[in-house]
């Protein structure tokens, strides 16, 4: 199983940009991919997920500016982030797995990771 992140940038505070995830050698509508992001000197920390069901969901810090949606024919996770602040700036990573309906938001629970994508947002 391999997972390919792109999309990452900079942009201006407020702005919006799109992160894809290619999944390959795991069809995704079956299994739970998410977005955990790393802060310099910071733990991971969960961002969104979508599971087997298509259902999603969000950190706290990110609900109502971050959308997680999946193409099944492309095999691809996307996280598309709105009025973005200075404090979203990470590496947003993906990875999948298979966690209970509660250890969605461990990033243990999770088999396989893409390489991560930088984003920085600048005030």
């Known amino acids: 199983v391999q997972l390919q992140a792109s999309g990452g940038g900079l942009v201006q505070a407020g702005g919006s940009l799109r992160l894809s995830c290619v999944v390959s050698?795991?069809?995704?509508?079956?299994?739970?991919v998410a977005w955990f992001r790393q802060a310099p000197q910071k733990e991971r920390e969960f961002a969104a997920a979508i599971r087997k069901g298509g259902f999603t969901y969000y950190a706290d810090s990110v609900t109502g500016r971050f959308v997680i949606s999946r193409d099944n024919a492309k095999n691809t996770v996307y996280l598309e982030m709105n009025s973005l602040k200075p404090e979203d700036t990470a590496v947003y990573y993906c990875?999948?797995?298979?966690?209970?309906?509660?250890?969605?938001?461990?990033?243990?629970?999770?088999?396989?990771w893409g390489q991560g994508t930088q984003v920085t947002v600048s005030s």
């Open positions: 050698g795991r069809t995704i509508s079956q299994y739970t």
């Open positions: 990875a999948t797995g298979n966690p209970i309906l509660s250890a969605t938001r461990d990033s243990s629970i999770y088999s396989y």
